[in-house]
């Protein structure tokens, strides 16, 4: 068995594994897809001392540092239980049961469907998560962004430099977003902001060609022609396969302490998955880290 087994390859993963596999015991990780998020994100500043860097290079860093240790990584699996018996059992979809006296859950968050008709249908022939990763793909054309808070003002001010137009879609009667984002916003000529209004379908024959949405003041319907839709509604936390097996909130967070430990005697949890207010890549690399340390301790301990 290993000693400690995290469970996701994020910055909170790699950060927990490289903390664990320096105290010299048995470590593994297992990953859906190694680097985790910030595949999908352009640019970031804000990761203390590197002024500027790009996601999928930092998740190259990130990668390249595990393996500088004796890290047993298992890339491009996903677990589907863990349940605690005399170890704790992690296992995979390919069959797979992993045994560990300590896990760490560092499973992180994935995109948030909206739930409409054509959502499904259309995805990646025109509907979008990812403006960093799509963006250009609508170059020219008309596209919306659903979700007025901070990462779908960050998304219309983006697309905005190179579609022809960009329509939000947002649900309240204001946008979330912090204002500077917002001034930004309205700065721009080929932005159109329609508050309270309500995603209904998305409409296309092979792929996408408008959306409808009712304008929840007066129940009207209306249609617009787009090419593409970025879905910007939240984050959902990557948690729904640990079913009762860890004590979770309403939101699907995995429940922590202080130390990252969960109800469950040698479960830690780190990062975006977990209950942390902030969701950051440092906060994460931070809470991996502490995870991992308590994970020892538990071990030294038990
Ligand atoms: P994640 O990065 O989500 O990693 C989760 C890992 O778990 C992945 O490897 C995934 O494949 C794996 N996984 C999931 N389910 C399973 C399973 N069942 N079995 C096995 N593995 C699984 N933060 C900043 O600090 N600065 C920024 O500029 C910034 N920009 C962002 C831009 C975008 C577009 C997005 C989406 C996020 C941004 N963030 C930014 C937030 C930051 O990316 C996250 O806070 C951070 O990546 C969280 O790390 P994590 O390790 O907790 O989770």
Redesign the pocket.
Known sequence: PFDVLV???????ASAAIYAARKGIRTGI?????????L??A?????ISVNHTE?PKLAASLEEHVKEYNIDIMNL????RLEKKDFIEIELENGAVLKSKSVIL????SWRNIGVPGEKEFRNKGVAY???CDGPLFEGKNVAVVGGGN?GIEAAIDLAGYTTHVTVLEFNSELKADSVLQERLRSLPNVTVVTNAQTKEITGTDKVNGVTYVERETGEEKHIEIAGIFIQIG?VP?TA?LGDSVERNKFGEILVDKRGATNVPGVFA????SDSPF??????MGS?ATASLAAVDYLVRN
């Open positions: 469970v996701g390859g994020g910055p909170a993963g297992v990953a859906d897809r190694f680097g985790g998020q910030i999908d994100t640019a970031i500043e804000n990761f996601g699996q996903r677990a589907k560092s499973t992180g968050a990812c403006v960093h990462s984050l990557n396969w780190a990062g975006d998955c969701k950051q890549i440092i906060i994460s991996g």
